[in-house]
């Protein structure tokens, strides 16, 4: 439940710090004084839509801050799985929305995404307003109302995680049908395609580098020939040539070694250079007797090139590397084409088997929610009764459907508030009024039966007035008892007097500045404010003893019980 509530720079208000107590409380105000600005800063912490426009003018920032006391409500799992720290006593959800839009979000004090202030901000305040009378419009929220009196929440998750798995399984047998289909169209061309790479045997990514290679140098073979025969001429020519011409220098600095000791080393060193060029002799030698022109040696290497040239080019690559890829995902995939029946038919029996546990897991809810909806029925004549549609008839109605994320029904709440009429979808005949009432005790139904603490209604007292508004405070204050935290924004004098705590949206001009602030009221505030509500600016005195007497009976009656 909400115990603080914090607001500044938002819309009309400055800065607003007020304690909100437990129980059964009540907002009031003039028309326009800002009542809808707080439950807009409320559904900032609930992760809705923040808007620049919401920063008050000149300011750079808008906060919204509110502290909560979760003690009751079991969350610290979920506060694991987000990674944030959990503080059952006082657990601090804030938003900061900049003028130029930039949003952050906060929980005790922890950066959060928006999706984690949301997750967490919708389990501790439901915030209805008079827009979520269109809910009535949607079958998944009526069956979420059975589901919510069946108490079957681990029913439920069991069966979406049936479901989830059945999806799966005919989403992959989909896929691998529609993928069979296609392939089986151009299987022919893919075997085709296959034997052509097969065939050209491609085993070593590096035999198109080498037969390149090979290709010039047979190519070219007349002028490496000349240029070796050249070379060896040069330095193996018996009178002229480099190997006498060294042999003879280095003999030369060896006849003088002794009277010209430097000599020798020379002499060494020519030798040296004698016995290398007479070694890169020999091997120019062997070259040239293994350089030779073979023309159908040449034509069998460049048809091989060629093959290599063209499979590249129809495959849109530039080596054998990814022609042996593609020759190897084709065999692939022609593999599973032609396995494909083999696959389809394990894809069907993990369908037929999934949809099996599935089925067997909604008929059980189905049960379950059978059972509710009786219950359903029962409770909802009951409460709409007092609130002033006494012949009110009230039927859950459940028809099969085919499996869906939520089961296998679908659930639609027929109403009529004449015994002599027959029912029909609630949304199609019910008036605002009504509809404003059987929301109302849905909202208490579902209250009694889930742990929700903050429960905050937006006039939903539309429409009605007298004895009908006092059965529905009666009804608000009765969900307070239960433990929950109940605030209602109403302009009727019967509801704001069975407050437990009553607080005052007013919106002050002075002129340049125009602010909202919200206070609580003392006994006797109370009493003015209701007056007020009563007979309007001009409060007379029987308004104020009207004001008493509303007072003192609902604190004398007994709580969740309409004063007599």
Known sequence: MITNLKVTNYALIEHLDIDINNGFAVITGETGAGKSIILGALSLLLGHRADTKAVKDGTQKCVVEAHFNIGHLNMKSLFDAEDVEYDAEDTILRREITAAGKSRAFVNDTPVALSTLRLIGERLVDIHSQHQNLLLHDPGFQLSVIDTMAGCRDKVVEYKAAYDAYAAAVRRHESLKRQTEEDAERADYMRFQYQELSDASLSDPEEQEELESLAKQMTCSEDIKSAIYKAVNLIDNDETGAISQLRQAANAMESVADSYPSAAALSERLYACYVETKDVAQELGRRLDNIDYDPRELERVNERLDLFYSLQRKHHCNSLQQLMDIRDSLEEKLSAIDNSEEKLA??????AETKAK??????????IRKEAAAKVDKEMVARLVPL???KVQFITQLTPTDLSPSGADKAVFLFTANSSSQPHPVAEIASGGEIARVMLSLKALTGSAATLPTIIF???DTGVSGKVAEAMAGMMKEMAAGGRQVISITHLPQIAS????HYRVVKTD??????????RLTHEERVTEIAQMISGADISDAARQQACELLDRWNASSVGNKPS
Do not use: Q, R
């Open 510 to 519: 002075t002129g340049s500045v125009t602010h909202t602030d919200m206070t």
């Open 388 to 390: 002033g549609i006494p």
């Open 498 to 501: 069975a407050g437990t705590t």
């Open 458 to 460: 937006d006039e939903i």
């Open 346 to 351: 394990e894809c069907e029996a993990e369908m």
């Open 358 to 367: 599935a089925l067997a897991l909604a008929k059980c809810l189905t049960k």
